[in-house]
């Protein structure tokens, strides 16, 4: 699960890259969108945030199991997870919407202005709320699903906990591993059809917060159930074909409506019932597929493991800044994201190399502190 860990959230930040090449709304976009870019970015569109809250629900469960309690492990994720949070708001996000204002919304002020006199003022500028978590919004609602797990864990007795885990590796059993959860994402659509955006504002995220939720709860439950974890190794293959054949179907209208002709209702939600077994299917074969063949340690897991949340934390400020700055080189959209990929590493790494070794700033770009030990625990960072 770590090494389905890492390369989720590298791909996180080579899905962000290309949002600024697609037409789909951004911080920062190209001079020259590309309409095609879209076709992969729905191959991982549909389960790459899921993903990652079940592999953080799968990582609280060996957090919790090392803890005094559910007070403990709830100050412990505290501690993790707010000193970056508020650090990301206050410090890393500000050129975010400072670069998005300017290119985008005629914003014509300073950086130094922007944030000493704008960002903090509690309102909206150019349509935009200030102040922002901009991505730092998956931190927020990893800690709310962390601090609800640890209420519910202190509150209910442990049979009945214990009950609701077996009632789920019953629900999770054999086949079902792969329909129920497809089944339950068609009708989470279906309700919500023809559809609504996530906020990520937290307080008006319902749809999404009955799915990530859900999400990171099965991955807690994961952790311990010997049940489900027979059930992946056998059903993967299943989840596998299922998912590509709802990404076949996804990308099939992707491609013929990506000019202005708009889907119907009835293409829409087929769309959406595609997508759903895509989500699923795709994401239980990469459970089962890091099972079979990443099950085994290397010498760079546990610093890249470690690397993670800084890589988080920063990539999204260098790609809005690099994109923002490239504007006003106008050269073409593939030396662009050369030019991205480069300067993100590049940034990435420099980010958390020199953060790792100045002892007050760990506990802010997500790191413990020294005296934690420096090998970071299994799947821990933003887990």
């Not at 508020?86 to 998005?100: A, K, N, T, Y």
């Not at 991955?219 to 489900?228: A, C, E, K, W």
Request: glycine share 8%; net charge positive.
């Amino acid at each position: 699960m770590d090494w389905l860990r890492i390369a989720a959230f590298g791909l996180l930040i080579f899905y962000h890259i290309a949002l600024v090449f697609v037409t789909w709304p951004y911080h920062a976009k190209t001079a020259h969108p590309i309409d095609w870019v879209s076709v992969p970015m729905q191959a991982v569109n549909a389960w790459r945030l899921p993903l990652l809250f079940v592999v953080s629900g799968y990582a609280s469960r060996a957090i919790f199991a090392g803890c005094a309690g559910s007070g403990d492990f709830a100050w412990g994720r505290t501690k993790r997870l707010i000193p970056p949070l508020l650090f990301g708001v206050i410090v890393i996000v500000p050129p975010q919407p400072w670069v998005e204002l300017s290119t985008q919304h005629g914003y014509t002020a300073s950086f130094w202005h922007f944030w000493t006199k704008e960002y903090f003022k509690l309102g909206t500028l150019g349509g935009i709320v200030l102040p922002t978590w901009n991505h730092l919004w998956f931190v927020v609602y990893l800690w709310i699903y962390t601090m609800a797990l640890a209420i519910g864990a202190a509150l209910l007795p442990r049979r009945v906990s214990m009950l609701a885990v077996r009632a789920v590796e019953w629900v999770m059993s054999g086949p079902f591993v792969v329909i129920v959860p497809i089944a339950l994402l068609m009708a989470q659509m279906a309700w919500t059809f023809p559809g609504v955006r996530e906020t990520h504002a937290l307080v008006d995220d319902g749809p999404v917060h009955r799915v990530y939720a859900t999400m990171f709860l099965f991955g807690f439950v994961l952790r311990g159930s010997d049940r489900i974890w027979v059930s992946i190794r056998r059903w993967w293959p299943a989840g596998l074909v299922l998912g590509l054949i709802g990404y076949g179907v996804v990308a099939t209208l992707e491609i013929r409506f990506m000019g202005p002709p708009q889907m119907s209702r009835a293409l829409w939600f087929a769309f959406g019932l595609a997508r759903a077994v895509q989500s699923w299917g795709i994401m239980i074969a990469l459970v089962g597929m890091a099972d079979r063949w990443l099950n085994h340690d290397h010498p760079a897991r546990a610093m890249l493991n470690e690397a993670v949340f800084p890589f988080y934390l920063i990539h999204q400020t260098i790609i809005v800044v690099v994109a923002g700055a490239l504007l006003r080189a106008h050269i073409g959209p593939l030396a662009e994201f050369v030019i991205l990929v480069a300067a993100t590493a590049a940034g990435c790494w420099a980010f958390y190399r020199m953060g790792r070794e100045i002892g007050w700033l760990r506990p802010l770009i997500g790191l413990r502190g020294r005296r934690a030990g420096r090998t970071p625990r299994a799947a821990g960072a933003t887990s």
